[in-house]
């Protein structure tokens, strides 16, 4: 599937994201922890990105050309809402860190689409994070209850918590500059 989206700007968005939610974790530490620990079995925050996540593979399977596989899209454009509906409807354990690997998993695509045969090696910022979010995505999808523990972890001490929003806040920065310059 081809985005469309240029190197510049898919390093533009994804660099102010990565500042935002990074500087957000920084200045409301309490906030923040909290929210993450409470994601993973949020039911709340399961739909909306379950909801998410059937709209934007409805959109994309109606949009890729599927060749000789076309005259399948009727059908699946049907099971993708039924599949979210039975999702919601009977998967109640970490709905919202299973909902959050498949957004990691459909997110990525935009970015290894953007970085495809660039010159600059600044892409390989977005390609590493890409591939970081196919694996947590992965793992989120088979082993939801992996993100309660990690964020269990994570938001034990406020010297991690610190530490990582620092590494993310760098990350993110990082992107950004070269995005903006090359």
Not at 23 to 32: C, I, N, P, Q, Y
Not at 56 to 65: A, Q
Not at 105 to 115: E, G, H, R, S
Not at 123 to 144: C, N, Q
Request: aromatic share 14%.
């Amino acid at each position: 599937m081809d985005y469309h989206f240029s190197l510049r700007t898919v390093g533009l968005v994804v660099g102010l994201l990565l500042l935002a939610t990074h500087a957000f974790a920084l200045v409301r530490v309490g906030a923040s922890r909290r929210a993450l620990t409470d994601l993973p079995r949020s039911r709340p925050a399961g739909i909306v990105l379950l909801t998410i996540s059937a709209l934007w593979t409805f959109w994309l399977w109606s949009n890729t050309d599927l060749g000789e596989f076309y005259y399948l899209r009727s059908y699946v454009q049907i099971l993708i809402p039924v599949g979210g509906f039975l999702m919601l409807r009977y998967v109640e354990e970490f709905l919202a860190a299973r909902a959050l690997g498949i957004v990691l998993l459909l997110a990525a695509c935009p970015l290894l689409d953007a970085a495809f045969l660039q010159p600059p090696a600044s892409r390989l910022l977005l390609v590493v994070l890409a591939y970081a979010w196919i694996v947590a995505g992965m793992f989120l999808v088979g082993k939801p209850h992996l993100l309660r523990d990690a964020a269990t972890w994570l938001t034990r001490t406020t010297a991690r918590w610190r530490a990582a929003s620092f590494a993310g806040l760098a990350y993110g920065l990082i992107v950004f500059v070269c995005a903006f310059r090359w």
